[in-house]
């Protein structure tokens, strides 16, 4: 069995299972797991871009827009956050469908699915529209609004376009589903839609295949290539592993990938904060790291709304 992992930019590594060392991972129904660490209490903060930072980079966003350059895009900033917990404990302790472990140098926690493929069928689960489960009649408020129904309409448009480069009969079998997930100490709905497609002899070129359909659309937009470029000059910051895909397969019958978000990584310089002073006794017991997170823009995205939604994504469900 080998394992793939995939950063924003297309880099590779790949590797037999038997073979990983210092990474783990865990694919609904397979697990690679550490020695069980010893949980403690969590201590968990967060300092996130300014909202003048993330205003200047929106507005670009929205005159590409309204350019005709991009009709979404997925815009993410990376936040600092403290944690008494290094990403060992929190691999093993975040609940998610799909985690990883890399190295001491990442952990992901993803709720998100890249594709599947099972025999010669291959399917996709594109996740776009969240809404905090407890406010009343959430289901009804995020089924019903118009921005959001057109961001996953934009969205699933643009996977069924990908499965139609590597398959054929491309159809979606459930559009705009329902799925609960824990988000800290909150309880979120998630709208996903399942495509599916028909491939043939897979198992001789599944690389080749998946590279030909990145970036996800989910975490990038539509059209793909102009708005990846337009993601780069604009986020000013480099994705590396963050929104990349990683996976198993036997490269016979199966084949399980995911898409790196709700991300964590080892920063490469030392860490200081303008929006509040740390004390020292606080920064002792504390590690710095950088939670990366964002959402999906179009014409109709509320700034503030967005803002408010890239920090809510900051966190680590237990």
Known sequence: MKFFLIDFNGNIFIDEVKNLDNIYFTFPPFKLLPKKPVKKELIFKKYPISFDRYKKAFNEVIEEIKNGNTYLLNLTFPTKIQTNWDLLSIFYWAKAPFKLYFKNKFVCFSPERFIKIKNNKIYTYPMKGTIEAHIPQAKKLILNNEKEMAEHTMVVDLL??????????????????????????????????????????????????????????????????????????????????????FGITDEKTFLESAVIIRYIEKPNSPLTTHHSPLTTHYSLLTTHYIYKSGGGITIDSNIKQEYEEMINKVYIPL
């Open 160 to 245: 069924r376009n990908d499965l139609g480069i590597i398959g054929k009969n491309i159809k979606v079998n459930k559009f705009r589903f329902i799925d609960k997930i824990k988000a800290g100490d909150k309880e979120l709905l998630q709208v996903s839609s399942e495509i599916e497609a028909t491939l043939n002899n897979w198992q001789k070129n599944w690389l080749e295949m998946i590279l030909k359909i990145l970036p996800a659309g989910s975490i990038s937009g539509t059209p793909k290539k102009k708005t990846v470029e337009i993601i780069k000059r604009i986020e000013g910051y480099e994705r590396g592993f963050y929104t990349g895909i």
